[in-house]
């Protein structure tokens, strides 16, 4: 197939497009570009989702898109202006390119779009999959608000999947690579009560889903893309701490967390997600660490 992919340079969107072209594709990466040097670049299409502006004609001929664009989450404390950005560069910038995408002559077949298990908000142990309702709070309100910007698409007869993922284990980017140090040191622990859930994913299975959600067209709307085990902050951190062979002795109180990170700490470090991928189970996908030690011990080698 060829596939438009954004977000083609970041953690995610750099192993899929190595994937995708592994496997014979033809991956199309959407650029984002302040100057219009680019958009004469050969293999690539520009566009400025703050200023709205994607040219459908570099668009036409794709069998479908992967859409991975968005500011970095934990880059920076949530300022107004940083929520602002946040929710900007996912809600404008998906909603720019499904609107770019239902214009089209002969529109892709499928549109993967990113979105986040932030959905669910802080929801203790309850077990949650696709059908949950959402949380509340600037995370659940953001996702809530990323997912129904994709509607001009599937209102074509465009195939759209919502990727909530979870936790990214990868020891050269994301959060995983942000925790190394501190462990490597022995200077980490348990983050607040220890109780809350993670939900987490291996990067492999990551890019393994997408492309499963390229493929297999029973999929469609919400899918949780989360490893089928999650497990509490106390377990992650024994766990992580059992693979690198170092001690987890120094806690991170509540109260600690929110004073180092602000409101971040609550929606990021704080807040508990027990989610399950339901519908990846049901429709066969197997994964590849479905535990979370081997997907460590495979993510820090």
Same mark, same amino acid.
């Given at each position: 197939?060829?596939?438009?992919?954004?977000?083609?340079?970041?953690?995610?969107?750099?192993?899929?497009?190595?994937?995708?072209?592994?496997?014979?594709?033809?991956?199309?990466?959407?650029?984002?570009?302040?100057?219009?040097?680019?958009?004469?670049?050969?293999?690539?299409?520009?566009?400025?989702?703050?200023?709205?502006?994607?040219?459908?004609?570099?668009?036409?001929?794709?069998?479908?898109?992967?859409?991975?664009?968005?500011?970095?989450?934990?880059?920076?404390?949530?300022?107004?202006?940083?929520?602002?950005?946040?929710?900007?560069?996912?809600?404008?910038?998906?909603?720019?390119?499904?609107?770019?995408?239902?214009?089209?002559?002969?529109?892709?077949?499928?549109?993967?779009?990113?979105?986040?298990?932030?959905?669910?908000?802080?929801?203790?142990?309850?077990?949650?999959?696709?059908?949950?309702?959402?949380?509340?709070?600037?995370?659940?309100?953001?996702?809530?608000?990323?997912?129904?910007?994709?509607?001009?698409?599937?209102?074509?007869? *465009?195939?759209?999947?919502?990727?909530?993922?979870? *936790?990214?284990?990868?020891?050269?980017?994301?959060?995983?690579?942000?925790?190394?140090?501190?462990?490597?040191?022995? *200077?980490?622990?348990? *983050?607040?009560?220890? #109780?809350?859930?993670?939900?987490?994913?291996?990067?492999?299975?990551?890019?393994?889903?997408?492309?499963? /959600?390229?493929?297999?067209?029973?999929?469609?709307?919400?899918?949780?893309?989360?490893?089928?085990?999650?497990?509490?902050?106390?377990?992650?951190?024994?766990?992580?701490? #059992?693979?690198?062979?170092?001690?987890?002795?120094?806690?991170?109180?509540?109260? /600690?967390?929110?004073?180092?990170?602000?409101?971040?700490?609550?929606?990021?470090?704080?807040?508990?997600?027990?989610?399950?991928?339901?519908?990846?189970?049901?429709?066969?996908?197997?994964?590849?660490?479905?535990?979370?030690?081997?997907?460590?011990?495979?993510?820090?080698?």
């Amino acid at each position: 197939m060829k596939i438009l992919v954004s977000g083609s340079t970041g953690l995610v969107g750099s192993a899929l497009v190595s994937a995708l072209q592994s496997g014979g594709h033809e991956v199309l990466p959407l650029v984002r570009s302040s100057s219009s040097g680019t958009q004469s670049r050969t293999g690539l299409v520009a566009w400025d989702p703050t200023a709205g502006q994607l040219s459908a004609a570099n668009l036409e001929g794709i069998d479908a898109a992967v859409h991975l664009a968005g500011e970095n989450i934990a880059a920076r404390r949530w300022t107004p202006a940083q929520k602002t950005k946040i929710r900007e560069s996912r809600v404008a910038g998906t909603q720019l390119l499904a609107e770019t995408l239902a214009k089209l002559k002969t529109p892709p077949k499928t549109l993967v779009c990113a979105s986040a298990i932030g959905f669910y908000g802080d929801r203790s142990d309850q077990r949650l999959n696709e059908d949950s309702p959402p949380g509340t709070g600037f995370l659940a309100d953001t996702c809530r608000e990323w997912e129904a910007a994709a509607k001009p698409a599937a209102g074509r007869g *465009i195939r759209v999947v919502h990727l909530r993922t979870g *936790i990214v284990l990868a020891s050269h980017g994301g959060a995983l690579a942000k925790m190394l140090t501190p462990f490597r040191l022995g *200077i980490a622990g348990i *983050i607040g009560s220890g #109780r809350q859930y993670m939900s987490w994913i291996s990067l492999d299975d990551l890019v393994a889903v997408i492309s499963y /959600a390229l493929s297999n067209e029973t999929l469609r709307g919400p899918v949780n893309a989360v490893a089928p085990n999650s497990v509490t902050n106390h377990e992650f951190t024994k766990t992580l701490g #059992r693979v690198l062979r170092r001690p987890t002795l120094f806690p991170m109180p509540a109260f /600690a967390a929110r004073l180092a990170f602000g409101e971040m700490a609550d929606g990021l470090l704080l807040a508990s997600a027990r989610v399950e991928p339901k519908r990846l189970l049901d429709s066969g996908f197997r994964f590849r660490f479905p535990e979370l030690e081997a997907a460590l011990e495979h993510a820090v080698q």
